[in-house]
C-alpha cells in the first residue's frame, strides 16, 4: 500500500488534470455555455454544427495537410540527417549541434523571424530573388504559399527527433552491418535490411509524437499568420482558441477539442495496432 | 448553484436515455468527471449568493436607490477598477484616481494595473464575473459592451442614474458619436471616456521634396479627397519613395467607411458586397497590385516600420503612435484627417467607455467614479494619451489649438462603426478571410465581398 | 540497382578509392548543405540583434552588422512598451518550480511503477502511456473553468500546479524504464540495511538517476521556458505573465516591433538554455542517450 503513497501525486493529477478534465469537456460539449450565464445542455447541437461548420472543415483540411508535411520533416527527413550524423567524420559534432540549435528557439519567435526574412515586400529571400532574377514571391501573405511554406519551415524543428533517431542508430550492433557488407551488399540494401528494421521502435516513437506535436500546432499561426491568408492556415487548434476565449463558445469549443482528442487517440491507435506489422522488436535494450 | 446546474445536465443526459454506463464511456471515467465538476462547484457555491447576474433580476440593480445624487462625502466605501495601461497611460490613470479623491475623499479605488490591453485580459474579467467577484468599474472596449450585456446583463445599465444627475453629466458636452457608442439596444451601459479615430500619418519632408501641397492644408480647404490621396500618392514613388501609403488589411471597414459604405446593417444583414464598399476595397487592393502600396503584413508592425524607415509616406493608423514616433525618426512628420471618397469623409471609430458591473455591491460609489473621472477635468487629465470624449474637455486640453489634433477630432466628429454583436470576433475573421484573396489580387472586389457576405451571414446564422 | 552492381567486375584500388571519394564528398556536402539551412536563419536573428533600428530595411545586409550595437543587450530587456524583467521572473519561477516538481513527482511515480506490486498496477500504467498522446488543449478549457472558480487563473499555480501532481506521462515512463534497468540487488541490499522504500528511492536510486534527471530536466526546462499556449489561457495580468508573453507583448500589443530589439531579447532568452543544454549533453552523455535526447 505504500505505493499508493509514492503515486498518489500522480493518481490526483490524472484525475483532476487529465480524466477530470476530459470527462468535463465531453459533458461540455453538449452544452451552450458562455462563461456568464449558466450552462445549457443542448445535446448534439455542437455536433450538428461542427459538420456545417465551414471554418472547422477547413481548419479540418489545413491540420491535416500540415501534419503530412510535419511527419515527412519529422520523421523521414530527420533521419536522413541523423544518417548524416552518424557517419564518423570531422566536423559531425558541430553539425549534429547546428541541426539541433534551432529546435531550443521558441516557436514564436522562429515564426516572427520566418514573417520578416519571408516578408514579401521586405524580406531577405525576395531581395535574393530580386537579385538573381528570378520573381519575387507572395510566401507567409500567398493563399497558394502559405500553408506550405510553414509545413516547409518544420524542417527547422526536427531537432529533437534527429536526436532520437541518432542514439537509435548508434545502438544498432555493428556485426549486423558487418555480416550483410560480407555478402557483398549495396548501401541500400544495409538501409533496408539492418538500419530501418532495427530503427522500427524509434521510428514509431517519432511517429507518435509527431503525430501527438502536428495537431497541436498553434504558436506560429496565432503569431505569424493569423490563420491567413483566407484562412489556409487556420490550425485546428487556432480555431479552438478562438471560439473558446474571443466568442466565448465553451460548450463548442469543447466540442472541437474532444473531437480532436478523439482524432489523436485513434490515429496513434491505429499506428499501434498495425505497428505489430512494420516495428521489428529483438530482444535489445535501447 | 452552478454545481446544481452541471448536475442538471448530467441527469438531463441520463433522462435522455444515457445509461450511466454510456455515460462513463462518453466521459473516459464518469468518477473522475464528477469529481472535477464537484471541484467546480464548491467553490462557485458559497460565491454566487454574490453575483446578481443570477440570483437578483437586472431591472433592480439597474436603478439608483436615491432620487437625488447623494453629497460627495456621504459616498464611501471600496471599489475595484479594472482598467489597462502600462507606463504613462498608467500614470495619467493614476491621476485621474486622485483626482477622483480630491472630490470623493471617502472612497477607497482599487487598482491593479492590467500588462497590455483590453483584449488579452478579456477572458480573465469573464472568469471573474463568472466566479462573481467581478471588478465594480472596468475599462471597456465598445465591442464588449455588447457581448457583456447579450450574455447575462453583467453590466448596469445607467439610464437611471444619467437622468438623475442629468444636471451635473451635460451629456449634450460629449460628441454624439461617442455616446452612441455607449449604447446596447439604446441603453446606457457606462460613458464615454476615450475615442479613437483612423488618420493619415504623413512624411511632410517627403511631401515638400516631391512638390506636394501639405495634406493638411488640403483637408482645411476642402480639397483633401481621393484625386489629391491618389496623386500624392504617385508623386511621391515618382520621387524616389518605394511605396506610397501602407495600411493594415485589418482596417478593411476604414476603407468601406471612407467613401460612405458598410459592413452591416442595423438588422445585422451584409451590407459589405453593397453600395461604396466593394468600390472602396478595390480601390485599396489595386494600390497593392499595382506596387503603390505594400502588401498586407501578416507579421503585423512592419507597416508602421515602413513609415518610419522612409520607406513609405503616409500610413493609414490610429493617432496613437504620435508620440511614439517622436525622437524616433530624422524627418519631419504629422497627422490629418482621412481623405474623403465620393464626396463622404468618413472613418472607423474606435471607442471606450467607463462602465459599472451589476455584481457591484457599491454602485453609487461606482457611478460617483465612474462620472467623475469622464467630466471635464478628468478627461482632461485623460487627454493626455488619449483622444477625451467631451468637447469642453477638448478645449480644455487645448485640442482645437493643434492642426493634427483638431483634424482628428473631425474624424472623431465623422466616424462610425459596424454594428457590434455577440458573434463580432467571427464577423470579423469572416470578412478577413474572404478579403485576403482580394489583397492576394486573386479575386476582384465584387467576388471577394459576396464571398464576404456569405461567410458573414454562416457566422451570425 | 543490386544486380548490375553484382555483375560489374569487382573496382580495382585506385577505382574503389575514387568512388569512396567522391562518396565522402557527396557526403561532405549533404551536411555543409544542411547546417546552413539550418544556421543561417539563427545567424539572421543574431545579426539582426545586434543592429541598428532600421538596419533590417537595408539591403544587402553584408556579413557582419556595421556598426554592431552591443548596447542592445541592455537596451532589449527594458522593452519597447514593457520592461521584459518581471516576465523574466516569472518564467524562471515557472520553468524551475514546475521542472523541480515534475522530476520528483516523475521519480515517485516512475518507482513505484517499476519496483512495487499492487493492484490495479497494470491498469495504471495503461493508462500513464495512454496519457501520452493527450492534446494539451484537449483538456484546456475544463481547466480553465475549474483554475477560475477556484482563483487560480493568474496566479503561479495554473501553470505549475499540474506538474507537481505527476508531472507528465512521458517523464514517468522514462523513470520507470531508468528504474528498471538498475538491478533490484541495490534496493534489496538498502531493504535489509532498514531503509524504508522512502529512503531507497532517494538515497540509494537518485544518486545513481542524476544524469536521466538532468536529461530530463532539461527537457521539462525549455518546455516550460517555451511554452506560450499554456501561459496565454492561464496568465492574462502581468501577476504571472511569461517571457514570451512579455516579448510578444512588446511585439505584438503595440505593433511596433523594433526588429533589432525582438531579435535580441529572443538571443538573449535561448542563449542561457542553449548553453546549459550543451555543457549538460557534454556532461551527463548517458543521461541523454537514455531519454532519447542523445547525441555522441
Same mark, same amino acid.
Given at each position: 500500500?505504500?505505493?499508493?503513497?509514492?503515486?498518489?501525486?500522480?493518481?490526483?493529477?490524472?484525475? &483532476?488534470?487529465?480524466?477530470?478534465?476530459?470527462?468535463?469537456?465531453?459533458?461540455?460539449?453538449?452544452?451552450?455555455?458562455?462563461?456568464?450565464?449558466?450552462?445549457?445542455?443542448?445535446?448534439?447541437?455542437?455536433?450538428?454544427?461542427?459538420?456545417?461548420?465551414?471554418?472547422?472543415?477547413?481548419?479540418?483540411?489545413?491540420?491535416?495537410?500540415?501534419?503530412?508535411?510535419?511527419?515527412?520533416?519529422? &520523421?523521414?527527413?530527420?533521419?536522413? &540527417?541523423?544518417?548524416?550524423?552518424?557517419?564518423?567524420?570531422?566536423?559531425?559534432?558541430?553539425?549534429?549541434?547546428?541541426?539541433?540549435?534551432?529546435?531550443?528557439?521558441?516557436?514564436?519567435?522562429?515564426a516572427?523571424?520566418w514573417?520578416?526574412?519571408?516578408?514579401?515586400?521586405?524580406?531577405?529571400?525576395?531581395?535574393?530573388?530580386?537579385?538573381?532574377?528570378?520573381?519575387?514571391?507572395?510566401?507567409?501573405?500567398?493563399?497558394?504559399?502559405a500553408?506550405?511554406?510553414?509545413?516547409?519551415?518544420t524542417?527547422?524543428?526536427?531537432?529533437?527527433?534527429?536526436?532520437?533517431?541518432?542514439?537509435?542508430?548508434?545502438?544498432?550492433?555493428?556485426?549486423?552491418?558487418?555480416?550483410?557488407?560480407?555478402?557483398?551488399?549495396?548501401?541500400?540494401?544495409?538501409?533496408?535490411?539492418?538500419?530501418?528494421?532495427?530503427?522500427?521502435?524509434?521510428?514509431?516513437?517519432?511517429?507518435?509524437?509527431?503525430?501527438?506535436?502536428?495537431?497541436?500546432?498553434?504558436?506560429?499561426?496565432?503569431v505569424?499568420?493569423?490563420?491567413?491568408?483566407?484562412?489556409?492556415?487556420?490550425?485546428?487548434?487556432?480555431?479552438?482558441?478562438?471560439?473558446a476565449?474571443?466568442?466565448?463558445?465553451?460548450?463548442?469549443?469543447?466540442?472541437?477539442?474532444?473531437?480532436?482528442?478523439?482524432?489523436?487517440?485513434?490515429?496513434?491507435?491505429?499506428?499501434?495496432?498495425?505497428?505489430?506489422w512494420?516495428?521489428?522488436?529483438?530482444?535489445?535494450?535501447? | 448553484m452552478?454545481?446544481?446546474?452541471?448536475?442538471?445536465?448530467?441527469?438531463?443526459?441520463?433522462?435522455?436515455?444515457? @445509461?450511466?454506463?454510456?455515460?462513463?464511456?462518453?466521459?473516459?471515467?464518469?468518477?473522475?468527471?464528477?469529481?472535477?465538476?464537484?471541484?467546480?462547484?464548491?467553490?462557485?457555491?458559497?460565491?454566487?449568493?454574490?453575483?446578481?447576474?443570477?440570483?437578483?433580476?437586472?431591472?433592480?440593480?439597474?436603478?439608483?436607490?436615491?432620487?437625488?445624487?447623494?453629497?460627495?462625502?456621504?459616498?464611501?466605501?471600496?471599489?475595484?477598477?479594472?482598467?489597462?495601461?502600462?507606463?504613462?497611460?498608467?500614470?495619467?490613470?493614476?491621476?485621474?484616481?486622485?483626482?477622483?479623491? @480630491?472630490?470623493?475623499?471617502?472612497?477607497?479605488?482599487?487598482?491593479?494595473?492590467?500588462?497590455?490591453?483590453?483584449?488579452?485580459?478579456?477572458?480573465?474579467?469573464?472568469?471573474?464575473?463568472?466566479?462573481?467577484?467581478?471588478?465594480?468599474?472596468? =475599462?471597456?472596449?465598445n465591442?464588449?459592451?455588447?457581448?457583456?450585456?447579450?450574455?447575462?446583463?453583467?453590466?448596469?445599465?445607467?439610464?437611471?442614474?444619467?437622468?438623475?444627475?442629468a444636471?451635473?453629466?451635460?451629456? /449634450?458636452?460629449?460628441?454624439?458619436?461617442?455616446?452612441?457608442?455607449a449604447?446596447?439596444?439604446?441603453?446606457?451601459?457606462?460613458?464615454?471616456?476615450?475615442?479613437?479615430?483612423?488618420?493619415?500619418?504623413?512624411? =511632410?519632408?517627403?511631401?515638400?521634396?516631391? /512638390?506636394?501641397?501639405?495634406?493638411?492644408?488640403?483637408?482645411?480647404?476642402?480639397?483633401?479627397n481621393?484625386?489629391?490621396?491618389?496623386?500624392?500618392?504617385?508623386?511621391?514613388?515618382?520621387?524616389?519613395?518605394?511605396?506610397?501609403?501602407?495600411?493594415?488589411?485589418?482596417?478593411?471597414?476604414?476603407f468601406?467607411?471612407? /467613401?460612405?459604405?458598410?459592413?452591416?446593417?442595423?438588422?445585422?444583414?451584409?451590407?459589405?458586397?453593397?453600395?461604396?464598399?466593394?468600390?472602396?476595397?478595390?480601390?485599396?487592393?489595386?494600390?497593392?497590385?499595382d506596387?503603390?502600396?505594400?502588401?498586407?503584413?501578416?507579421?503585423?508592425?512592419?507597416?508602421?516600420?515602413?513609415?518610419?524607415?522612409?520607406?513609405?509616406?503616409?500610413?493609414?493608423m490610429?493617432?496613437?503612435?504620435?508620440?511614439?514616433?517622436?525622437?524616433?525618426?530624422?524627418?519631419?512628420?504629422?497627422?490629418?484627417?482621412?481623405?474623403?471618397?465620393? /464626396?463622404?469623409?468618413?472613418?472607423?471609430?474606435?471607442?471606450?467607455?467607463?462602465?459599472?458591473?451589476?455584481?457591484s455591491?457599491?454602485?453609487?460609489?461606482?457611478?460617483?467614479?465612474?462620472?467623475?473621472?469622464?467630466?471635464?477635468?478628468?478627461?482632461?487629465?485623460? @487627454?493626455?494619451?488619449?483622444?477625451?470624449?467631451?468637447?469642453?474637455?477638448?478645449e480644455?486640453?487645448?485640442?482645437?489649438?493643434?492642426?493634427?489634433?483638431?483634424?482628428?477630432?473631425?474624424?472623431?466628429?465623422?466616424?462610425?462603426?459596424?454594428?457590434?454583436?455577440?458573434?463580432?470576433?467571427?464577423?470579423?475573421?469572416?470578412?478577413?478571410?474572404?478579403?485576403?484573396?482580394?489583397?492576394?489580387?486573386?479575386?476582384?472586389?465584387?467576388?471577394?465581398?459576396?464571398?464576404?457576405?456569405?461567410r458573414?451571414?454562416?457566422?451570425?446564422? | 540497382?543490386?544486380?548490375?552492381? !553484382? $555483375?560489374?567486375?569487382?573496382?580495382?584500388?585506385?577505382?574503389?578509392?575514387?568512388?569512396?571519394?567522391?562518396?565522402?564528398?557527396?557526403?561532405?556536402?549533404?551536411?555543409?548543405?544542411?547546417?546552413?539551412?539550418?544556421?543561417?536563419?539563427?545567424?539572421?536573428?543574431?545579426?539582426?540583434?545586434?543592429?541598428?533600428?532600421g538596419?533590417?530595411?537595408?539591403?544587402? *545586409?553584408?556579413?557582419?552588422?556595421?556598426?554592431?550595437?552591443?548596447?542592445?543587450v541592455?537596451?532589449?530587456?527594458?522593452?519597447?512598451?514593457?520592461?521584459?524583467?518581471?516576465?523574466?521572473?516569472?518564467?524562471?519561477?515557472?520553468?524551475?518550480?514546475?521542472?523541480?516538481?515534475?522530476?520528483?513527482?516523475?521519480?515517485?511515480?516512475?518507482?513505484?511503477?517499476?519496483?512495487? !506490486?499492487? *493492484?490495479?498496477?497494470?491498469?495504471?500504467?495503461?493508462?500513464?502511456?495512454?496519457?501520452?498522446i493527450?492534446?494539451?488543449?484537449?483538456?484546456?478549457? *475544463?481547466?480553465?473553468?475549474?483554475?477560475?472558480?477556484?482563483?487560480?487563473?493568474?496566479?503561479?499555480?495554473?501553470?505549475?500546479l499540474?506538474?507537481?501532481?505527476?508531472?507528465?506521462?512521458y517523464?514517468?515512463?522514462?523513470? !520507470?524504464?531508468?528504474?528498471?534497468?538498475i538491478?533490484?540487488?541495490?534496493?534489496?541490499?538498502? $531493504?535489509?540495511?532498514?531503509?524504508?522504500?522512502?529512503?531507497?528511492l532517494?538515497?540509494?536510486?537518485?544518486?545513481?538517476?542524476?544524469?536521466? $534527471?538532468?536529461?530530463?530536466?532539461?527537457?521539462?526546462?525549455?518546455?516550460?521556458?517555451?511554452?506560450?499556449?499554456?501561459?496565454?489561457?492561464?496568465?492574462?495580468?502581468?501577476?504571472?505573465?511569461?517571457?514570451?508573453?512579455?516579448?510578444?507583448?512588446?511585439?505584438?500589443?503595440?505593433?511596433?516591433?523594433?526588429?533589432?530589439?525582438?531579435?535580441?531579447?529572443?538571443?538573449?532568452?535561448?542563449?542561457?538554455?542553449?548553453?546549459?543544454?550543451?555543457?549538460?549533453?557534454?556532461?551527463?552523455?548517458?543521461?541523454?542517450?537514455f531519454?532519447?535526447?542523445?547525441g555522441?
Amino acid at each position: 500500500m505504500v505505493a499508493y503513497g509514492f503515486l498518489a501525486p500522480w493518481i490526483i493529477g490524472l484525475a &483532476v488534470f487529465y480524466l477530470g478534465p476530459i470527462g468535463a469537456s465531453a459533458v461540455l460539449s453538449f452544452t451552450d455555455y458562455n462563461i456568464i450565464s449558466p450552462a445549457e445542455f443542448t445535446g448534439f447541437d455542437n455536433y450538428e454544427k461542427m459538420i456545417t461548420d465551414g471554418e472547422f472543415v477547413q481548419a479540418l483540411k489545413v491540420t491535416l495537410y500540415y501534419t503530412a508535411f510535419f511527419l515527412l520533416m519529422y &520523421v523521414v527527413l530527420s533521419l536522413f &540527417v541523423a544518417m548524416l550524423a552518424n557517419r564518423p567524420g570531422r566536423g559531425t559534432g558541430l553539425f549534429r549541434l547546428v541541426v539541433f540549435l534551432p529546435s531550443l528557439i521558441p516557436l514564436f519567435a522562429a515564426a516572427v523571424l520566418w514573417g520578416w526574412i519571408f516578408n514579401t515586400d521586405f524580406g531577405l529571400i525576395n531581395y535574393l530573388l530580386d537579385e538573381i532574377g528570378l520573381p519575387r514571391q507572395g510566401f507567409f501573405q500567398s493563399p497558394e504559399q502559405a500553408l506550405p511554406l510553414v509545413g516547409m519551415l518544420t524542417f527547422w524543428s526536427i531537432g529533437s527527433a534527429f536526436l532520437v533517431y541518432l542514439s537509435g542508430l548508434q545502438s544498432i550492433p555493428i556485426h549486423l552491418y558487418e555480416a550483410i557488407t560480407v555478402d557483398g551488399a549495396s548501401a541500400v540494401r544495409r538501409f533496408w535490411h539492418v538500419t530501418l528494421p532495427m530503427l522500427s521502435p524509434v521510428i514509431l516513437f517519432n511517429l507518435i509524437i509527431g503525430i501527438v506535436l502536428s495537431f497541436q500546432v498553434f504558436d506560429i499561426a496565432w503569431v505569424l499568420t493569423d490563420g491567413g491568408p483566407a484562412n489556409r492556415t487556420l490550425f485546428w487548434v487556432l480555431l479552438i482558441y478562438r471560439r473558446a476565449f474571443q466568442d466565448f463558445e465553451m460548450g463548442y469549443a469543447s466540442a472541437l477539442s474532444w473531437v480532436l482528442f478523439i482524432v489523436v487517440a485513434g490515429v496513434t491507435g491505429l499506428i499501434f495496432r498495425t505497428s505489430r506489422w512494420w516495428v521489428h522488436y529483438e530482444g535489445r535494450t535501447r | 448553484m452552478r454545481l446544481n446546474k452541471e448536475m442538471e445536465i448530467i441527469r438531463r443526459a441520463k433522462q435522455a436515455g444515457m @445509461s450511466r454506463r454510456e455515460f462513463i464511456r462518453l466521459g473516459g471515467t464518469a468518477a473522475a468527471a464528477a469529481a472535477f465538476l464537484a471541484a467546480c462547484g464548491e467553490d462557485a457555491a458559497p460565491e454566487t449568493t454574490a453575483a446578481p447576474a443570477t440570483t437578483a433580476a437586472p431591472a433592480t440593480t439597474a436603478a439608483p436607490t436615491t432620487t437625488a445624487a447623494p453629497d460627495a462625502d456621504e459616498v464611501g466605501g471600496e471599489i475595484t477598477l479594472w482598467a489597462w495601461g502600462a507606463g504613462f497611460e498608467g500614470e495619467v490613470i493614476q491621476q485621474r484616481i486622485d483626482y477622483f479623491n @480630491s472630490k470623493y475623499p471617502n472612497v477607497q479605488v482599487n487598482w491593479e494595473p492590467l500588462a497590455a490591453n483590453g483584449y488579452e485580459e478579456y477572458p480573465n474579467l469573464l472568469a471573474r464575473f463568472a466566479a462573481g467577484n467581478a471588478p465594480d468599474v472596468m =475599462r471597456m472596449l465598445n465591442f464588449q459592451l455588447t457581448q457583456l450585456t447579450a450574455e447575462g446583463e453583467a453590466l448596469l445599465q445607467v439610464d437611471d442614474y444619467i437622468a438623475r444627475d442629468a444636471e451635473e453629466l451635460n451629456m /449634450g458636452d460629449y460628441i454624439p458619436t461617442t455616446v452612441e457608442g455607449a449604447k446596447v439596444d439604446g441603453k446606457m451601459y457606462g460613458l464615454p471616456d476615450n475615442t479613437e479615430p483612423y488618420v493619415i500619418y504623413y512624411n =511632410r519632408d517627403a511631401f515638400n521634396d516631391a /512638390g506636394l501641397e501639405d495634406p493638411q492644408v488640403l483637408f482645411q480647404n476642402g480639397e483633401w479627397n481621393e484625386e489629391a490621396f491618389t496623386n500624392s500618392i504617385d508623386a511621391l514613388i515618382d520621387n524616389g519613395m518605394r511605396f506610397g501609403v501602407s495600411f493594415e488589411s485589418w482596417n478593411y471597414d476604414t476603407f468601406c467607411f471612407m /467613401g460612405g459604405g458598410t459592413i452591416l446593417n442595423e438588422n445585422l444583414e451584409p451590407t459589405i458586397h453593397q453600395g461604396a464598399s466593394p468600390q472602396m476595397l478595390g480601390y485599396f487592393a489595386q494600390l497593392i497590385a499595382d506596387g503603390k502600396s505594400p502588401s498586407p503584413v501578416v507579421a503585423g508592425g512592419t507597416h508602421l516600420e515602413a513609415f518610419r524607415n522612409q520607406q513609405t509616406g503616409m500610413y493609414l493608423m490610429g493617432p496613437w503612435w504620435y508620440g511614439a514616433l517622436t525622437g524616433t525618426v530624422d524627418f519631419d512628420y504629422d497627422v490629418t484627417a482621412l481623405p474623403s471618397f465620393n /464626396g463622404v469623409r468618413a472613418g472607423k471609430l474606435e471607442l471606450g467607455t467607463i462602465s459599472i458591473s451589476s455584481q457591484s455591491k457599491n454602485p453609487e460609489a461606482a457611478w460617483a467614479f465612474t462620472k467623475t473621472i469622464t467630466d471635464t477635468r478628468g478627461l482632461e487629465i485623460w @487627454s493626455q494619451v488619449a483622444t477625451p470624449t467631451r468637447r469642453s474637455a477638448l478645449e480644455a486640453a487645448g485640442f482645437n489649438d493643434v492642426q493634427w489634433k483638431k483634424d482628428a477630432v473631425a474624424m472623431v466628429e465623422a466616424g462610425t462603426w459596424t454594428p457590434f454583436t455577440t458573434q463580432g470576433f467571427a464577423v470579423d475573421t469572416a470578412c478577413a478571410a474572404a478579403l485576403d484573396l482580394l489583397w492576394a489580387g486573386e479575386v476582384t472586389a465584387e467576388e471577394a465581398t459576396q464571398d464576404a457576405a456569405n461567410r458573414i451571414r454562416e457566422a451570425l446564422a | 540497382m543490386t544486380a548490375p552492381a !553484382r $555483375l560489374s567486375p569487382v573496382p580495382t584500388g585506385n577505382l574503389a578509392q575514387r568512388l569512396q571519394q567522391r562518396r565522402k564528398i557527396l557526403w561532405y556536402l549533404s551536411m555543409v548543405f544542411i547546417a546552413l539551412v539550418m544556421i543561417l536563419p539563427v545567424y539572421y536573428m543574431v545579426y539582426l540583434a545586434f543592429s541598428e533600428l532600421g538596419k533590417e530595411f537595408v539591403f544587402p *545586409p553584408g556579413i557582419i552588422p556595421d556598426p554592431i550595437k552591443i548596447e542592445n543587450v541592455l537596451r532589449a530587456p527594458e522593452g519597447t512598451a514593457t520592461p521584459l524583467w518581471g516576465y523574466a521572473k516569472n518564467s524562471i519561477l515557472y520553468a524551475g518550480l514546475g521542472t523541480l516538481g515534475a522530476l520528483v513527482a516523475e521519480s515517485m511515480a516512475g518507482f513505484a511503477l517499476a519496483r512495487m !506490486r499492487f *493492484p490495479g498496477r497494470n491498469v495504471l500504467f495503461a493508462l500513464t502511456v495512454g496519457m501520452l498522446i493527450m492534446p494539451f488543449v484537449a483538456t484546456i478549457i *475544463p481547466k480553465f473553468l475549474l483554475f477560475s472558480r477556484i482563483g487560480l487563473v493568474d496566479t503561479y499555480w495554473a501553470l505549475i500546479l499540474p506538474w507537481w501532481f505527476g508531472g507528465s506521462p512521458y517523464g514517468i515512463f522514462l523513470m !520507470r524504464q531508468f528504474f528498471l534497468t538498475i538491478p533490484r540487488e541495490f534496493d534489496e541490499a538498502a $531493504l535489509i540495511d532498514g531503509a524504508g522504500p522512502w529512503r531507497t528511492l532517494w538515497l540509494v536510486l537518485m544518486p545513481q538517476a542524476v544524469p536521466v $534527471l538532468v536529461a530530463l530536466g532539461m527537457l521539462h526546462f525549455a518546455y516550460f521556458w517555451n511554452d506560450l499556449l499554456g501561459p496565454l489561457v492561464f496568465c492574462q495580468t502581468r501577476v504571472c505573465k511569461t517571457l514570451p508573453q512579455g516579448i510578444l507583448a512588446n511585439y505584438q500589443a503595440t505593433w511596433d516591433p523594433q526588429w533589432a530589439m525582438f531579435m535580441m531579447s529572443t538571443v538573449l532568452m535561448v542563449a542561457p538554455v542553449a548553453v546549459v543544454f550543451i555543457l549538460a549533453q557534454r556532461r551527463f552523455k548517458q543521461g541523454f542517450l537514455f531519454s532519447g535526447l542523445g547525441g555522441r
